[in-house]
């Protein structure tokens, strides 16, 4: 059955058929890996096991593309494939916009950037982080047709329009995590030009699930961003040094994938909690705050003045501790 929308209770009414099971899961995963499940994973996987420098300046990529996105979605206004005709799978993003998929711009984003980023850095053959980011890139866009979220149009300007902002912001990357690490009053300015841009960017005409994702994504970009500066300046996971590059990919042994695992176990574990515990704390603060009743919790988080601080501190909260707080404990008890 599709997954039930849990902020507006939306539902699909149409009865379907599942013909080719393999093909229904095969774009099924194809669509997650463009949602929070897979990024909770993927990034902390990346940034404990793989290369915190690689996987810090990924989440930078990510965070403008998808920003950029969303307020596209919002400026160009172009409703979801109707449906009937399309027999929708999945109706949880169905509130927002469709022109450009942003699915289709993070599928297409986050592969390249990874080989962009690891080519050069790492030892590896080149055809396989091609080939590796063509699949990726061709299962999450074709993913969104087979769905029924996004039209063939939708997904193409997506990915061409990830590629321009690749090739336009991809430059500044290295600047923008420099400064993120080295200059003094980082954390002050990273936490106000993510928090502006989350409050100003939107003016929508009616409620969806974009203006508290884009707060969420802005969350998660600035918490990490200033556990990397923290990290910086306590000289914890420092960045191997330039004369040892390129790196060679250790051999996998029983114990480097134990650990591997368990790191991603306790630590997934713990950025579930906070996200928990955090929502738990700011969305009846938002409400006392705003005096908005807080008696009907989905009613309430679709106020703005209660969904952007809720978002934005609950997921800067989140990217904190998976920059910082997460490996510090990992240090604490020998797991680093």
């Given at each position: 059955?599709?997954?039930?929308?849990?902020?507006?209770?939306?539902?699909?009414?149409?009865?379907?058929?599942?013909?080719?099971?393999?093909?229904?899961?095969?774009?099924?995963?194809?669509?997650?890996?463009?949602?929070?499940?897979?990024?909770?994973?993927?990034?902390?996987?990346?940034?404990?096991?793989?290369?915190?420098?690689?996987?810090?300046?990924?989440?930078?990529?990510?965070?403008?593309?998808?920003?950029?996105?969303?307020?596209?979605?919002?400026?160009?206004?172009?409703?979801?494939?109707?449906?009937?005709?399309?027999?929708?799978?999945?109706?949880?993003?169905?509130?927002?916009?469709?022109?450009?998929?942003?699915?289709?711009?993070?599928?297409?984003?986050i592969p390249l950037a990874l080989v962009l980023l690891s080519y050069g850095r790492w030892q590896y053959p080149l055809m396989y982080g091609l080939i590796l980011a063509i699949c990726w890139c061709s299962l999450v866009c074709f993913s969104r047709i087979?769905?029924?979220?996004?039209?063939?149009?939708?997904?193409?300007?997506?990915?061409?329009?990830?590629?321009?902002?690749?090739?336009?912001?991809?430059?500044?990357?290295?600047?923008?995590?420099?400064?993120?690490?080295?200059?003094?009053?980082?954390?002050?300015?990273?936490?106000?030009?993510?928090?502006?841009?989350?409050?100003?960017?939107?003016?929508?005409?009616?409620?969806?699930?974009?203006?508290?994702?884009?707060?969420?994504?802005?969350?998660?970009?600035?918490?990490?961003?200033?556990?990397?500066?923290?990290?910086?300046?306590?000289?914890?996971?420092?960045?191997?040094?330039?004369?040892?590059?390129?790196?060679?990919?250790?051999?996998?042994?029983?114990?480097?994938?134990?650990?591997?695992?368990?790191?991603?176990?306790?630590?997934?574990?713990?950025?579930?909690?906070?996200?928990?515990?955090?929502?738990?704390?700011?969305?009846?603060?938002?409400?006392?705050?705003?005096s908005i009743p807080c008696d009907d919790i989905r009613q309430a988080r679709q106020r703005m003045e209660v969904e952007l601080p809720y978002r934005y501190i609950t997921y800067g909260m989140v990217g904190f501790s998976l920059m910082f707080l997460v490996?510090?404990?990992?240090?604490?008890?020998?797991?680093?």
């Open positions: 059955q599709p997954r039930r929308n849990s902020l507006t209770g939306e539902a699909a009414c149409q009865e379907l058929a599942i013909r080719n099971p393999f093909l229904y899961y095969l774009f099924n995963l194809g669509t997650e890996l463009g949602n929070e499940l897979f990024y909770i994973l993927f990034f902390p996987f990346c940034i404990w096991n793989l290369d915190a420098w690689m996987g810090r300046r990924l989440i930078i990529v990510w965070v403008w593309v998808m920003y950029l996105g969303q307020c596209t979605k919002d400026v160009i206004r172009w409703p979801r494939p109707a449906s009937p005709p399309v027999v929708k799978l999945e109706v949880f993003y169905n509130s927002e916009y469709s022109m450009p998929s942003t699915h289709a711009m993070s599928g297409t984003a087979y769905m029924g979220m996004h039209s063939i149009l939708d997904v193409i300007a997506g990915s061409l329009y990830a590629i321009l902002i690749l090739v336009v912001f991809y430059p500044a990357v290295d600047l923008i995590d420099n400064f993120n690490l080295t200059f003094k009053h980082a954390p002050l300015i990273i936490i106000s030009l993510h928090l502006a841009l989350g409050v100003f960017s939107f003016t929508l005409d009616t409620w969806s699930t974009s203006r508290g994702d884009t707060a969420q994504i802005l969350g998660c970009g600035a918490g990490v961003a200033c556990g990397s500066h923290f990290n910086y300046m306590l000289g914890l996971m420092q960045d191997p040094s330039p004369d040892t590059l390129p790196l060679i990919p250790p051999s996998i042994t029983v114990t480097l994938f134990g650990k591997a695992i368990l790191r991603l176990l306790i630590g997934v574990v713990l950025l579930l909690l906070t996200r928990i515990v955090m929502k738990k704390i700011t969305i009846p603060l938002a409400c006392k705050m705003f490996p510090c404990l990992f240090l604490f008890i020998g797991l680093s």
